[in-house]
Structure formats: structure tokens, C-alpha cells
């Protein structure tokens, strides 16, 4: 499986973007597709996680703020982030899990600054 993340970026206080991922190869069986985070000196944390059933975690921190989204069809999974806050600012990673396999995206930076 291949994860490719796109639509990060430098976005003001208050801000919004975008994050997409696309899956692709071996793409049978997929479970769940989910947005983790990783900012400097931080472990990398769970932002937003939907399964095939469409059941979705959200971090408390963002709850409110970010959507995740599914297309199964497609097999991409979307990260709206509203009301972006500057400790929003991390390296952002699509994960799926399949099999009990983890798969990981290279990443895409997120900066929220004035």
C-alpha cells in the first residue's frame, strides 16, 4: 500500500486547509484510514481515524474543528481543519491499517503562524 499526502502548507491563526490522501496498490481489505500528527519534540498522535463502517475518533483538541472524510470508491481519505491554532503546527501523516498492517504516508508540514 502507498500513501501519498498532499495540501499542507503556511496558513494564519483562524486559517483552514485541506489534507488529502490517496492509497494505492495492494489496496484489498482496508480497514481504517486515519490522520496523525507529529510536531517537534512531540510523539506522533492520533488526530482523526474513520473506519469502513464510517465509526470516526477525533483527538479531543480538535474535535469541532477538523472533519475527517472517506471515499471508499476512491480510497482517499480528507482532513478539513478549521479555526486552525499555531500548536496545530506539525508534520501531518495518512496512516491505514490493513490486516493489522500499519501503513504510513510520507507526511506534509502544516505551519500555523502570523
Known amino acids: 500500500v502507498q500513501l501519498v499526502e498532499s495540501g499542507g502548507g503556511l496558513v494564519q491563526p483562524g486559517g483552514s486547509l485541506r489534507l488529502s490522501c490517496a492509497a494505492s496498490?495492494?489496496?484489498?481489505?482496508?480497514?481504517?484510514m486515519a490522520w496523525y500528527r507529529q510536531a517537534p519534540e512531540k510523539q506522533r498522535e492520533l488526530v482523526a481515524r474513520i473506519t469502513t463502517g464510517n465509526t470516526i475518533n477525533y483527538a479531543d483538541s480538535v474535535k469541532g474543528r477538523f472533519t475527517i472524510s472517506r471515499d471508499n470508491a476512491k480510497m482517499t481519505v480528507d482532513l478539513q481543519m478549521n479555526s486552525l491554532k499555531p500548536e496545530d503546527t506539525a508534520i501531518y501523516y495518512c496512516?491505514?491499517?490493513?490486516?493489522?498492517?500499519?501503513?504510513w504516508g510520507r507526511g506534509t508540514q502544516v505551519t500555523v503562524s502570523s
Open positions: 496512516h491505514v491499517l490493513k490486516w493489522g498492517t500499519n501503513y
Open positions: 496498490g495492494d489496496i484489498d481489505g482496508i480497514y481504517a
